[in-house]
């Protein structure tokens, strides 16, 4: 388990407040959050307190872009070497389509294009993985996930093409 790092905070009246961080090598951060959704971020001298060496004032979208880029992905260590190409689409059932009225096992989706029907999604209810007795109707909305080019296959498949 990685220790915790300590802040201090310092309430300044009509400001808002300082927040500050000494580094394990060192170095003391500050953040001073103004109540207008500002904020500065500030190194200082560990030996002074009081000596600010540099300064970066931030907007509030500024410090929230910053406040995300610091926050550490617990799962980033996962993706590093996997390169995934997948896209989720939706792709409706029409009147027109060959498969209207048909069931999911019919259209042999997954061995045909290598893509996934994971929902179909009707009216204001959804079918969660559905199985190959699923009967498709009119109007349905299918949830697909794949290659884009499984994907496309998919709508062509769905459309009659």
């Known amino acids: 388990m990685e220790p915790i790092a300590h802040s201090r905070k310092t309430v300044l009246p009509g400001v808002g407040a300082r927040y500050d961080l000494n580094t394990d090598a060192g170095q003391h951060l500050s953040v001073v959050a103004h109540q207008d959704g500002r904020r500065i971020l ?64 019919d259209t042999q989706v997954r061995s045909r294009t290598g893509a996934s029907i994971v929902a179909v999604l009707r009216r204001t209810s959804a079918e969660p993985s559905p199985t190959p007795d699923f009967r498709f109707a009119a109007g349905d909305v299918l949830v697909v996930v794949g290659t884009r080019e499984g994907v496309d296959a998919v709508a062509e498949l769905i459309a009659g093409g």
């Open 42 to 105: 500030a190194f200082h001298d560990p030996a002074d307190d009081d000596a600010c060496k540099d300064a970066a004032p931030l907007e509030p979208n500024e410090a929230t872009a910053l406040a995300q880029l610091l926050i550490p992905d617990p799962v980033a260590h996962l993706y590093q070497h996997l390169e995934l190409d997948l896209v989720t689409e939706h792709i409706e059932v029409t009147n027109r389509s060959p498969y209207s009225g048909r069931t999911l096992g």
